[in-house]
């Protein structure tokens, strides 16, 4: 079936300019994450999703960076007047309801690179 | 969540198994051990996750100690396209987010 998808695979862009970063995930799954990865660096946490609101934004590094999420479907990660050190490969991941017993693990999108000039 | 540790490189013979280890000293009662692979240019791909029990599946074994801090991902017979960073994550049930803590993981070199 039909994984995590996102968009645009890759964005240039120019330092000031803004950018939306697009997640569509696993139909079906409540839950929505996003992470950033630096280059040669570990993954970020960001913001998680449960429906449609944003229990935990506490990985957000700055109020230039927000996202939504509606329908419990599509999520934009939106950062405003981008800067150099905002170049980064962005991944969103889903998963479904919360079971404990089944685990609930995330499934990946292959992530947006943006990188800032 | 509590904090992993893992060694940051380790190789191994393409057809031999894989024995990748991760230390949890600290893991709660309520918190499973999960296990992530992340090939360049990839996002994470789910392996296996486990509470207490010895866990397996099409990609590989889980193996806890008894006393729950630590636990070795066994690929049982390794291929070049197993060469990744390996990720073992100590992840909590309840709260607001459930979302996973990744470190810096282990980066498996399988050699031909």
């Known amino acids: 079936g039909a994984g995590v998808s996102q968009s645009p695979s890759n964005k240039v862009t120019e330092k000031g300019k803004d950018v939306e970063l697009r997640c569509d995930p696993i139909?079906?799954?409540?839950?929505l994450y996003w992470y950033r990865q630096r280059l040669g660096q570990g993954l970020e946490f960001l913001i998680y999703?449960?429906?449609?609101?944003?229990?935990?934004k506490s990985g957000l590094p700055s109020d230039r960076f927000s996202a939504e999420r509606t329908g419990e479907s599509v999520s934009t990660l939106t950062i405003q007047r981008t800067q150099q050190e905002d170049s980064a490969v962005y991944l969103c991941?889903?998963?479904?309801?919360?079971?404990?017993?089944?685990?609930?693990?995330?499934?990946f999108g292959n992530g947006t690179r943006l990188t800032v000039t | 969540d509590a904090k992993t540790t893992q060694p940051p490189s380790m190789d191994c013979a393409e057809g031999r198994a894989a024995n990748l280890p991760c230390n949890h000293s600290?893991?709660?009662?309520?918190?499973?051990v999960y296990w992530y692979r992340q090939i360049h240019s990839q996002g994470p791909q789910y392996i296996i996750h486990?509470?207490?029990n010895n866990e397996t599946n099409e990609m590989a074994s889980l193996i806890i100690t008894e006393d729950r801090k630590s636990s070795t991902l066994i690929l049982p017979h390794a291929t070049l396209r197993d060469t990744a960073v390996y990720y073992c994550?100590?992840?909590?049930?309840?709260?607001?987010?459930?979302?996973?803590?990744f470190g810096t993981g282990t980066l498996l070199a399988v050699q031909p």
């Open positions: 139909s079906g799954h409540t839950a």
């Open positions: 999703f449960q429906g449609n609101s944003a229990p935990d």
């Open positions: 600290t893991i709660s009662g309520n918190e499973y």
């Open positions: 486990g509470l207490k």
């Open positions: 991941a889903s998963s479904p309801q919360m079971s404990v017993r089944f685990g609930s693990p995330l499934h």
């Open positions: 994550i100590a992840r909590g049930y309840g709260g607001a987010t459930n979302k996973l803590i």
